[in-house]
């Protein structure tokens, strides 16, 4: 059974500082992993996807994150966070061998302050 | 291109009433997942629909059932609801690919929320 942990609830950051949103899954079998962003009353924007080949993988709004297999880990990055980031994140995996569900972590809100 | 579209967009029930919720897949898609979302919590997997059949569920009892199109669209039914029920339902759309059915990306409507008083 795959399942996401992601370890912060609530995270607040002041305007322009750097960000990481903390995402770490189990899975028995090999994965693919993806970042979504949710802004009040709607639905899930896709940020950034990992399928395979480089680990470090870049998204839309100066995101990115990282695959590392080793830690089973997939921590979301912005070097410089805007007050239009402010919004709940949300990480999930999916198997890359047929299994048809995503199963989705229980969110980060990042709160980003003037 | 219209990404996935969901209707209706609020819905207001009582305990007891069925409800049918309505998606139209991202063009070029040809399955469509169904999700609750409840207040505060992520995403939870309802169903998925391919070639018109459901052919995965989530933990979720027979009061909730879908259907989906030959054009791909889909349905959500709920039956005898609960206030418990009350969420907001999400649709995602993909393309399932290759024998063994993966899907690399799903795209996600607007949602519907609907609330059971």
């Known amino acids: 059974a795959q399942s996401v942990t992601q370890l912060d609830s609530q995270v607040p950051v002041f305007e322009e500082a750097p960000v990481e949103l903390r995402c770490n899954y189990s899975?028995?079998?090999?994965?693919?992993l993806f970042w979504y962003v949710q802004y009040p009353n709607q639905g899930l924007q896709l940020l950034l996807k990992?399928?395979?080949?480089?680990?470090l993988v870049k998204g839309i709004n100066g995101f990115e994150a990282e695959f590392n297999k080793s830690q089973t880990s997939f921590h979301l990055r912005k070097p410089s966070v805007h007050i239009s980031d402010t919004a709940e994140y949300f990480c999930?995996?999916?198997?890359?061998?047929?299994?048809?569900?995503?199963?989705f972590g229980a969110g980060t809100r990042l709160f980003v302050k003037a | 291109d219209a990404g996935v579209t969901q209707s209706p967009t609020h819905l207001i029930k009582t305990r007891g009433q069925q409800v049918t919720l309505r998606c139209s897949p991202k063009?070029?898609?040809?399955?469509v997942s169904w999700y609750q979302q409840a207040l505060g919590q992520g995403p939870q997997f309802i169903f998925q629909?391919?070639?018109?059949?459901?052919?995965q569920r989530g933990n979720f009892p027979d009061r909730f059932s879908g259907h989906q199109f030959p054009n791909y669209s889909s349905e959500l039914n709920v039956n005898a609801l609960l206030l418990g029920d009350s969420a907001l339902y999400l649709c995602?759309?993909?393309?399932?690919?290759?024998?063994?059915?993966?899907?690399?990306?799903?795209?996600f409507g607007p949602g519907t929320r609907l609330l059971v008083l």
């Open positions: 999930a995996v999916s198997s890359n061998t047929g299994g048809f569900k995503t199963i």
């Open positions: 995602a759309s993909s393309q399932t690919i290759g024998v063994l059915g993966t899907q690399e990306t799903q795209y």
């Open positions: 990992y399928l395979s080949g480089s680990t």
């Open positions: 899975s028995s079998v090999s994965v693919y």
């Open positions: 063009s070029g898609h040809d399955t």
């Open positions: 629909y391919y070639e018109e059949e459901e052919r």
